[in-house]
């Protein structure tokens, strides 16, 4: 929460020229939700919404009721919708994208972060840090057995943990499963304010390493040697945070190769220039397609190895932060010694609960002027959306529809300095809704703030029935003396500028009407 004491000046000396309306900037206690809030149901039969489950998705992939369908357990790890969530492979595609249609999820269990498949020879295995979950795919994370491994051995860090991921992979081809383990590491980052005057991160980056405990036992009493840290070329792998390493033959050349996530976006090859049973692995490269880095839209990403469509050529299903899963097709092609890979194509589902990414920010306003009230939104991946009320009781509500300003989708970006908490939330955007009359012409205008802290607004020019959005500008202030802006920023404000702390919400109204 900021205060006053937290600026460079105080706020309320702003005054705003010649508008009739006044930004007032509310910063509302955390509070747990109480139990008489219920979820917003799509109420829509017949809608295909994007398959997704809340804050942070865990991908298994499997055929779970055994109908020769590759079906998706997702697990959100966070709150509010913590669990582990079945979603059933209907057999339909989607005519547009070809992609699968899946049915509304069924809650397995609770859920946590860090659950990793492995394909082994007898079946799914589910790992978490130093354990693993017998029957997941019908108990979810129900069960627990210990690993004879204590997961504090496997890497020391003075700072925060932010991915500890576990696998089964038999390594080096004897037929024992050795223990692969993730370690995404902020030491170094820290957490925020580490950019000098001119917008430059003095702090580390993120690291994400990745462990190997090769077993000198057996399947079914494994032996687990002491953690060694994989190199590529010489030099640990290391990649930005995060890095849900997965193995497997994706070149078809008889070995294991590898491939790891990261925390932002990306997605790095690393080739196996030895054998199969002793890997030696070349320097990362990212995956591309047509020549450009395949990136996701969001961030946060967690990896999957796996054959979705049976072709015998290891997939990738990746989830991201808003909880939704993408497919990422193994074509077959090896160029210059990497696989190509599709760009991701998002998994769909039948509609149920009510989604826009995650930490929504709605808005209960009639944007299209038929008298019934819609949804006005954004999201963490810096989107805003439109969502239509139909009517009825309870209402019948619409797909998320993307809002457009000047023609062009509205998506806002931190980009490498734009967020106070450093290049690590490149791809978080935030913005934070205020709807009303901004400019007195009669049509409802969109103010909004964002992870950057500048309040924007953008003019209807539509009409009533038809809103259009004009390209953002900002909210205009002639201010008396120096701009205030927060005391952390390293950038200042223009001279009218209204900037303020990120994420908190623009309220329109006429104050001394």
């Known amino acids: 929460m900021t205060t006053s004491s937290d600026l460079e000046q105080p706020m309320r000396t702003a005054k705003i020229l010649a508008l009739i309306s006044f930004v007032l900037l509310g910063f509302v206690k955390g509070a747990d939700a109480p139990e008489r809030f219920e979820r917003v149901k799509q109420n829509n039969p017949g809608l295909i919404v994007d398959l997704g489950v809340g804050l942070w998705g865990w991908p298994v992939p499997c055929d779970r009721n055994g109908d020769g369908l590759s079906d998706l357990i997702v697990i959100a790890g966070s709150s509010p919708y913590r669990g582990t969530y079945y979603f059933e492979n209907t057999g339909r595609r989607d005519p547009k994208t070809g992609i699968e249609v899946f049915k509304a999820a069924v809650q397995l269990s609770d859920g946590r972060n860090d659950l990793t498949p492995s394909y082994t020879p007898t079946g799914l295995r589910v790992l978490s840090p130093g354990l693993e979950h017998p029957d997941f795919a019908n108990k979810g994370i129900g069960e627990a ?53 001119n917008g430059r991160w003095v702090n580390g980056p993120l690291h994400g390493f990745v462990y190997l405990l090769r077993n000198e036992g057996t399947n079914d009493k494994p032996v687990y040697r002491e953690p060694e840290r994989l190199q590529a070329d010489g030099r640990p792998v290391d990649v930005f945070g995060m890095p849900s390493p997965v193995f497997a033959d994706f070149r078809g050349a008889g070995k294991l190769d590898l491939i790891c996530g990261e925390f932002v976006d990306g997605l790095t090859f690393f080739q196996n220039t030895g054998t199969r049973q002793q890997p030696r692995f070349a320097p990362g490269r990212r995956l591309r397609w047509e020549g450009r880095p395949i990136t ?25 932060e808003d909880g939704r899963v993408a497919w990422l097709e193994n074509t077959g092609r090896v160029t210059d010694g990497v696989p190509d890979f599709s760009p991701p194509r998002f998994f769909l589902q039948e509609a149920d609960n009510l989604k826009f990414g995650v930490l929504t920010t709605p808005v209960s306003f009639d944007w299209d002027g038929d008298g019934r009230p819609d949804i006005l939104t954004g999201n963490t991946a810096g989107e805003m959306a439109f969502i239509k009320n139909f009517g009825g009781t309870p209402p019948r509500w619409g797909a998320p529809l993307l809002l457009e300003a000047d023609g062009q989708t509205i998506h806002i970006l931190a980009g490498y300095n734009g967020s106070i908490q450093g290049p690590a939330e490149a791809k978080w955007g935030y913005p934070n809704i205020g709807v009303g009359d901004w400019d007195g012409d009669g049509l409802p205008d969109i103010l909004t703030n964002t992870i950057i802290g500048k309040i924007l607004w953008y003019k209807n020019i539509g009409t009533r029935q038809a809103p259009r959005l004009a390209a953002a500008q900002p909210v205009r202030v002639a201010w008396p003396g120096p701009v205030p802006k927060p005391a952390w920023n390293w950038w200042d404000p223009a001279p009218d500028e209204l900037v303020v702390q990120w994420r908190c919400t623009p309220y329109v109204f006429d104050r001394d009407r």
């Not at 997961?151 to 991921?165: C, D, L, T």
């Not at 992979?169 to 590491?185: E, M, P, Q, R, S």
């Not at 190895?305 to 050529?313: I, L, M, T, V």
Request: hydrophobic share 40%.
């Open 145 to 197: 057995v210990k690993l004879p491994v204590d997961p504090a051995k496997i890497h020391a860090a003075s700072g925060r943990i932010r991915g500890n991921q576990w696998s089964y992979v038999d390594y080096d081809g004897n037929g024992a499963l050795d223990l692969i383990v993730g370690i995404g590491d902020w030491t170094d980052y820290g957490w925020d304010n580490a950019y000098d005057d």
């Open 296 to 320: 996701m839209p969001l961030a946060m990403i967690v990896v999957t190895a796996y054959d979705w469509n049976r072709d015998g050529r290891t997939d990738l299903v990746v989830a991201q």
